[in-house]
């Protein structure tokens, strides 16, 4: 996006945000330790989306048993000037799956389909492979079905331009197909494998996905607006779909149909009602104590017992400050969405964005949100300094502990910025990742230990810099573990390096 284009882009923008922003605290008086955090967030957030590719997104936070923070910003529809609100609409990609892991995980409760009997025990039809697969593999992505190929999008038959009428005419993009490997040996995610999980809820239910989905999980849940994305159908609320260029300008995405995919990547909703998903998971309630422990939330591992950090559908990790984490995002031309779960404070977050690839790091974006809420819950308190705050002196140093810069940080909302420093740029560039080259400063906070975050955003995504007493402590998690900090911080995180 050009200068001129950002300028009006962001033309007007505060005022849509006062007029159409909504946020719903859990309390409203100024004792709750998650009012101050609410505030920071959200003006945190308005600078985020009016300074980086991102045209609008939706943020909602979850405690217990209610939405304690729901706030919309930018734009739904940018030719007719709607702004987002938070009942739009947008795609929720490859969240859709948590959906589908809590179909399957209710028919296990109720006797009705076994975790671990071959999937042909229940689609008959599927043509038998060289190993039988289980449901149980497909749900953490260890059942050897493919995943996209270019023959998919190739010689008119792009599916993501076709209508398939029904799940058996989905299943024929992969169905004959062989298996990549033997079920439980390798790991290849795989929306397809979500395609199948279909056809079993179907066939042993008798209703279509999305009327059990809706009987059995959404309404119980009080959650009203989760719809499977048609694109020919007018549904109420839902957002456009935006996608930077090269050039920075931002056009219409290309248009898609999600007919062989609901369960994998194809449902429409809101932030708030992800966090609802989200609260199903840390107690009891609409699953039973032994589903969400051992069903759901199980780590799968390779007959090599190497673990794939991965229960039914969800991702599991865990966080250095904060304990174990549930989390899964979702990235398709147009949108961009996370939903996180912290069992242990039973906290949920979720982000909707209808711009491709905002942020690019859905879950460092959430995690960095995350850590601003527990730090307010774990305090009782939260102290934050948008406006008024001390610069910061940095020593940015190599692995070697040579000093190569210094360069003062003002940690003031929405001024300011940081040049990347060049092992930054050097190992993003190695790793294929999006070119980072400044590091704008959005504000920062206290931690209960006396430490100060500030938080950082780049067209990628938010990051959080870590100080202490002992500075070099700081930057060495930012700087030299680079690899596995960067990205985001939450561990037990292998995908990378599975095949």
């Known amino acids: 996006m050009t200068n001129d284009q950002r300028v009006n882009k962001n033309a007007g923008l505060n005022s849509s945000l006062i007029s159409s922003s909504n946020p719903c605290f859990a309390q409203s008086d100024n004792t709750s330790p998650f009012s101050s955090a609410a505030q920071f967030v959200t003006e945190l957030l308005n600078c985020y989306v009016q300074n980086e590719e991102v045209v609008g997104l939706t943020f909602a936070v979850a405690y217990k048993d209610k939405v304690v923070y729901s706030q919309a910003f930018g734009w739904a529809d940018l030719e007719n ?24 995980s209710k028919l296990s409760e109720e ?9 042909r025990t229940y689609v008959p039809g599927f043509p038998e492979k060289r190993w039988p697969i289980t449901t149980r593999q497909i749900a953490a992505h260890m059942g050897g079905i493919r995943g996209y190929q270019t023959k998919d999008f190739i010689d008119g038959q792009d599916i993501h331009q076709q209508k ?140 090599n017992g190497r673990s794939v950090n991965i ?67 774990k305090a009782d308190s939260f102290s934050y300094n948008l406006q008024d705050s001390k610069d910061y002196k940095l ?43 400044l590091l704008k400063v959005m504000g920062n906070y206290q931690n209960s230990d006396g430490s100060t975050s500030v938080i950082l955003s780049s067209d990628i995504g938010l990051h959080r810099l870590q100080f202490t007493s002992d500075m070099r402590k700081g930057l060495s998690g930012f700087i030299v573990e680079l690899v596995n900090k960067f990205e985001w911080e939450i561990t037990k995180h292998q995908f990378e390096e599975i095949k």
């Open 311 to 377: 229960g039914l559908a969800w991702r599991i990790g865990i966080d250095e400050e904060f304990g174990k984490v549930y989390h899964h995002s979702g990235a398709l031309p147009g949108a961009r969405s996370v939903l996180m779960v912290w069992p242990e404070y039973e906290l949920t977050i979720a982000a909707t964005s209808n711009t491709t690839n905002a942020p690019y790091y859905a879950e460092q974006f959430a995690q960095t949100l995350s850590h601003v809420f527990m730090t307010a819950l």
């Open 164 to 303: 398939f009428a029904t799940t058996e005419e989905s299943l024929t993009i992969f169905a004959n197909d062989s298996l990549l490997f033997e079920p439980g040996t390798g790991y290849q995610y795989s929306t397809f494998g979500f395609t199948l999980l279909t056809a079993v809820v179907e066939n042993i239910t008798g209703q279509a996905y999305e009327a059990y989905l809706k009987k059995e999980i959404l309404l119980p849940l009080g959650i009203e607006s989760v719809i499977p994305d048609r694109q020919e159908e007018i549904i109420p609320n839902r957002g456009r779909f935006y996608e930077p260029t090269k050039e920075r300008n931002i056009e219409n995405a290309s248009p898609i149909r999600s007919d062989f995919k609901f369960a994998g990547g194809g449902l429409l909703g809101t932030a708030e009602d992800l966090t609802r998903l989200g609260l199903a998971h840390v107690k009891p309630g609409l699953f039973q104590a032994n589903t969400l422990e051992e069903d759901l939330f199980v780590e799968q591992t390779r007959k």
């Open 81 to 104: 000037n709607s702004p987002v609100t938070i009942k739009t609409r947008f795609r929720f990609e490859s969240v859709s799956k948590l959906f589908m892991a809590a179909a399957i």
């Open 111 to 119: 006797g009705q389909l076994d975790l671990d009997k071959p999937v």
């Open 395 to 437: 020593n940015f140093s190599d692995e070697a502990g040579e000093n190569f810069s210094t360069m003062t940080l003002s940690p003031y909302v929405c001024s300011g910025s940081l040049e990347a420093p060049p092992l930054i740029v050097q190992e993003l560039e190695k790793r294929g990742f999006p070119k980072v080259e």
